[in-house]
């Protein structure tokens, strides 16, 4: 204890010296903390995205292409899936419920998913919590479109109100459906999911809006204005995917094998976590490439600190000098420049997660209005844990060469100094 009382004491003379290595060292240390935040938040809201949903089933394109598509509506499928395919679907006995989607269209940049009434009701996000409305109602009839939380506030939109779709995901270059505006029923309570930033209206809508258009271009001196739309079958001859919920879990093995070898039409089931785990063993080089920069500017960091306790070693030889004269064993010296590194480390931790927070708290809005990530300022994870303790470990063995140039001072040197 008289040993850690000295490191303590000897870190405090020189206070304004280390606060620099102490900043150097909790600037790293946030940095590594904040990717292993990101990184696990992320991938948590990925895996959150969509519940209690056991298959997603679709044209064969890929099992990564197709989720990314239906659970994020990022990417496009080139293929599509018959409507005859999907109530064939719906009629297996191990089939508790499906929800057929449409995609293809946008509002100001925003996907548009055409689907049923029973997405609200069946479809999950987080620890199985169901999709809440904040305002109004969910979707009865054509035309009528429920918007995300995150849509509903950047857009500025309030129900009732009407809105036009755009043809395509690309506000800039689609083609506006402004001759068959929608109007704003519904506006969903927050998810932190892909959800937020999605507008729901039902098959009939996306249907009626492309009565005039083949070939994904309107037709020529063709238009169906609006009061008569409602005479056509409005009945969808295609869909992009359709999610899938079964009575009984054991069974989703034995349906995607009968999906997946279905003579005839081409499709593909997937389960979800299993594509999404997938998807992550794609960016797996990425992640640890971010990760070793982290490490490469924790190390630089902690460089420092070796760098500042060599050089205040030759300041505090007479100090050190002293300590020998007193009894102090070159042992004792050792640990006592040890042990001020490892004091130095430990704040630099210490201000290093109360940055990370601070961090936390000011990304967490942006990456759940761009990204659809929540980032959560919770206690340090088990991971993060481990992190710090890696962190603490590497700050003692850059403390090891201090402490043995220490060691290596002898009494004369320190008594009479070198000029």
Not at 139 to 159: D, I, K, N, T, Y
Not at 233 to 254: I, T
Not at 306 to 333: D, F, K, Y
Not at 393 to 417: E, H, K, Q
């Amino acid at each position: 204890m008289r040993v850690l009382g000295l490191a303590f004491q000897s870190a405090w003379a020189r206070r304004f010296t280390l606060s620099v290595t102490v900043l150097a060292i909790a600037l790293a240390s946030c940095l590594l903390l904040l990717m292993e935040r990101v990184r696990h938040d992320t991938r948590l809201s990925f895996m959150e995205s969509v519940s209690g949903v056991d298959l997603v089933v679709g044209p064969r394109s890929g099992a990564v292409a197709l989720v990314l598509q239906s659970v994020f509506h990022v990417g496009s499928v080139p293929h599509a899936m018959s409507w005859q395919a999907h109530e064939s679907l719906s009629q297996h006995p191990a089939v508790a419920w499906t929800v057929p989607l449409l995609l293809g269209d946008s509002l100001r940049g925003f996907p548009v998913v055409g689907t049923s009434p029973s997405y609200i009701e069946h479809v999950r996000h987080g620890d199985q919590q169901p999709i809440a409305l904040a305002q109004g109602r969910a979707f009865a009839a054509p035309f009528e479109a429920v918007l995300g939380h995150e849509v509903a506030r950047r857009l500025r939109l309030q129900l009732g109100q009407a809105i036009s779709l755009t043809h395509g995901l690309d506000e800039t270059h689609g083609v506006a459906h402004d001759d068959k505006p929608m109007t704003v029923v519904g506006i969903l309570a927050p998810t932190g999911t892909p959800l937020d930033r999605t507008v729901l209206v039902s098959l009939a809508s996306i249907t009626a809006m492309h009565l005039d258009w083949m070939g994904g271009a309107p037709l020529p001196g063709m238009h169906i204005p609006l009061e008569h739309v409602r005479k056509f079958n409005l009945q969808p001859k295609e869909l992009n995917a359709v999610l899938v919920g079964l009575h009984r879990r054991a069974d989703v093995f034995k349906l995607q094998r009968q999906i997946n070898e279905r003579p005839g039409e081409a499709l593909q089931a997937v389960m979800p976590g299993v594509a999404l785990d997938e998807l992550w063993d794609m960016l797996a080089q990425f992640e640890r490439s971010l990760q070793a920069m982290a490490w490469v500017v924790t190390a630089v960091g902690l460089a420092g600190l070796m760098a500042t306790l060599l050089a205040g070693l030759n300041e505090r030889r007479r100090e050190l000098a002293v300590l020998r004269a007193l009894g102090a064993t070159p042992l004792s010296l050792m640990g006592l420049v040890m042990l001020e590194g490892v004091w130095v480390t430990l704040l630099g931790l210490g201000v290093g997660l109360v940055l990370m927070q601070v961090a936390l708290w000011l990304l967490s809005p942006w990456t759940l209005a761009e990204m659809g990530i929540r980032l959560h300022m919770d206690w340090p994870s088990q991971g993060e844990w481990q992190l710090m303790g890696m962190v603490l470990l590497t700050g003692l063995v850059f403390s090891v060469l201090p402490g043995l140039r220490a060691w290596t001072m002898s009494l004369a040197d320190g008594l009479m100094p070198r000029s």
